[in-house]
């Protein structure tokens, strides 16, 4: 079972990466992997937020080996998965415990933070489920009968309103009030007709921002910052 897999971040294509992993003494020789990404881990790893930029570099991902059938079950293709952190593999695991959740599906649906996903099913949030790719209402009807009361350890602190941790950001912003702004600024930006899960990745980018916002109107501004490809 392959469970870690540490190289340089090659090539990424879409849903997937390639990862080169070289052994000493071989004069750049090595196996390359390809590994197919959760949707959230591909959109970082191309571009948005702090994992960007990050062709050439070294890499860790948490993998998942399955094999994927083809051919109506005549033959079966071994495939990784990969996530960048553990919390991601595991809640993906349980997520594909749902009826009609493949592990494809899967990776295409979770768009975003995992802590997201669990605090909507906690919460019994059917409109943010059923604004992941291919999550219609009766699937997230059914993601909530299943999963209801087994997520409670995805649901990240920040997601409440509390780190649970003391002192201020790198950027100096209170931890602590982070969530709520977010909160306030994701309610304005329904209202005005956006998309929840677009929201929601522009706001996870301005709060990761080295100055991150003080307020509703700093985050907005800079929400539509980074709308508008600035």
């Given at each position: 079972m392959i469970r870690i897999i540490q190289g340089i971040l090659q090539e990424l294509d879409g849903p997937s990466a390639l990862i080169r992993l070289e052994s000493a003494g071989t004069d750049g020789?090595?196996?390359?992997?390809?590994?197919?990404?959760?949707?959230?881990?591909?959109?970082?790893?191309?571009?948005?937020?702090?994992?960007?930029?990050?062709?050439?570099?070294?890499?860790?991902l948490h993998t998942l080996h399955y094999l994927e059938s083809q051919s109506q079950g005549a033959v079966f293709?071994?495939?990784?998965?990969?996530f960048l952190a553990p919390q991601d593999r595991a809640f993906f695991e349980l997520f594909t415990t749902v009826k009609g959740i493949g592990y494809r599906k899967a990776l295409r649906a979770m768009t975003i933070d995992t802590s997201r996903i669990a605090a909507a099913i906690a919460d019994r949030d059917l409109a943010l489920l059923?604004?992941?790719p291919e999550v219609g209402r009766r699937t997230a009807e059914t993601i909530v009968a299943t999963l209801h009361g087994k997520v409670d350890t995805f649901v990240s602190a920040s997601t409440y309103g509390s780190t649970g941790r003391e002192g201020t950001s790198a950027g100096g912003a209170d931890d602590s009030s982070r969530t709520p702004l977010a909160r306030e600024a994701m309610e304005i930006l329904l209202q005005l007709g956006e998309?929840?899960?677009?929201?929601?990745?522009?706001?996870?980018?301005?709060?990761?921002?080295?100055?991150?916002?003080?307020?509703?109107?700093?985050?907005?501004?800079?929400?539509?910052?980074?709308?508008s490809g600035a």
């Open positions: 020789l090595g196996i390359t992997y390809q590994v197919l990404l959760q949707a959230y881990a591909a959109a970082r790893l191309s571009g948005q937020g702090a994992q960007a930029g990050r062709i050439g570099q070294p890499l860790t293709i071994p495939r990784l998965a990969g059923q604004s992941l998309n929840r899960i677009q929201a929601i990745q522009w706001i996870d980018r301005a709060m990761m921002a080295d100055d991150p916002p003080k307020d509703t109107q700093q985050l907005l501004q800079l929400v539509y910052l980074i709308k």
